[in-house]
C-alpha cells in the first residue's frame, strides 16, 4: 500500500512497467546470490513492492531515462549518482522499515532512496549538502506525491537533531567513519545503514544497531562504492 495521495502516474502496469518488473527481478537473483553475506537472502515483500512502485526513470536526467532500470548507478549531476537498485532495496531492507516510523536520510541526491523509504513508512526527513540537488529532489518528490518526504539543506554529519531520535537512520554518502551526531539520533531498537571507509575506494556497508538498552552493535554487511561524504565530521 502507498502513503501518497496520488499516484505516481507510471504504477506497475504504467510506462515502464516491463523494465521495472525485471529490475525487481534482478534485485532478487542478487539478494539471493549476496544473502550468505548480507544475512538477507530474501528482502521483504514491502520492500519490493516500494521498487516496483516508485519510477526511478523520473529520477534520472532524461536522456539516461532508458538506462533507469538497469541494476547500475547514474550520474544524476553536480559530480553525484543515484545508487543502484539493488543497493536501495538492501539499505531499505536492513533498516526493517515498519509503517509508523519516522526515517532520516542523509544524501538525498535524486530523492530516489526517500521515495523508496516513503513508500513504507510514515515520514521521511532527508538532508542534502548540495543546495540545488536538494531542491531539484524536493520539487521532484512534490510533482510525484511523495508529501512525507522533507528535504532539508544541511550537513548530514549533524544528522537533523530538530526531529530525532528516528526509528531508522540511512545514509548514502561513504564516511570516514560512523558521525557520533547519527548514533545519537537512533532510537533505541532503531537501526542505521551507512557505507564506512575511505573515499574513492571500497567501504564497508555497515549496519549499526542501537539495542534496548542503548548499546551499540555493529556489523559489516557488504563492500560497496558509494561517492564521498563531503563536510565536517
Ligand atoms: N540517495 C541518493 C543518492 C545519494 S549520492 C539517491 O537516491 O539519489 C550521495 C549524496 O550525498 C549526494 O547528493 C551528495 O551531495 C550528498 N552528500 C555528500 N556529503 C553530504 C553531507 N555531509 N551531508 C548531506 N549530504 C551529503
Do not use: C
Not at 43 to 54: E, K, P
Not at 133 to 144: D, S
Amino acid at each position: 500500500m502507498s502513503l501518497r495521495d496520488a499516484p505516481a502516474g507510471a504504477g506497475a502496469g504504467g510506462e515502464f512497467g516491463t523494465e521495472r518488473a525485471r529490475m525487481v527481478a534482478e534485485i532478487a537473483d542478487m539478494a539471493r546470490q549476496t544473502g550468505q553475506e548480507t544475512g538477507r537472502p530474501r528482502f521483504a515483500d514491502g520492500v519490493m513492492d516500494a521498487m516496483r512502485a516508485v519510477p526511478r526513470h523520473l529520477f534520472v536526467p532524461r536522456e539516461r531515462a532508458d538506462s533507469a532500470y538497469r541494476n547500475h548507478p547514474l550520474p544524476i549531476g553536480s559530480g553525484q549518482t543515484i545508487s543502484q537498485p539493488f543497493i536501495v532495496a538492501l539499505t531499505t531492507d536492513l533498516i526493517e522499515p515498519r509503517k509508523h516510523h519516522r526515517v532520516l536520510e542523509i544524501g538525498t541526491g535524486s530523492g530516489y532512496q526517500a521515495a523508496v523509504l516513503a513508500e513504507l513508512v510514515h515520514a521521511v526527513d532527508t538532508v542534502e549538502i548540495i543546495e540545488p540537488l536538494a531542491r531539484e529532489a524536493a520539487q521532484r518528490l512534490r510533482t510525484l506525491g511523495y508529501h512525507n518526504v522533507s528535504v532539508h539543506v544541511g550537513d548530514g554529519h549533524a544528522g537533523w537533531p530538530a526531529r530525532a531520535p528516528y526509528d531508522g537512520i540511512v545514509v548514502t554518502a561513504a564516511a570516514s567513519h560512523v558521525p557520533s551526531a547519527l548514533v545519537a539520533q537512533l532510537k533505541p531498537g532503531a537501526r542505521m545503514v551507512i557505507p564506512v571507509g575511505p573515499q574513492h575506494s571500497t567501504q564497508e556497508f555497515t549496519l549499526v544497531e542501537k539495542r534496548a538498552d542503548g548499546g551499540i552493535v555493529t556489523r559489516v554487511v557488504l563492500p560497496v562504492r558509494f561517492v564521498p561524504m563531503t563536510g565536517g565530521s
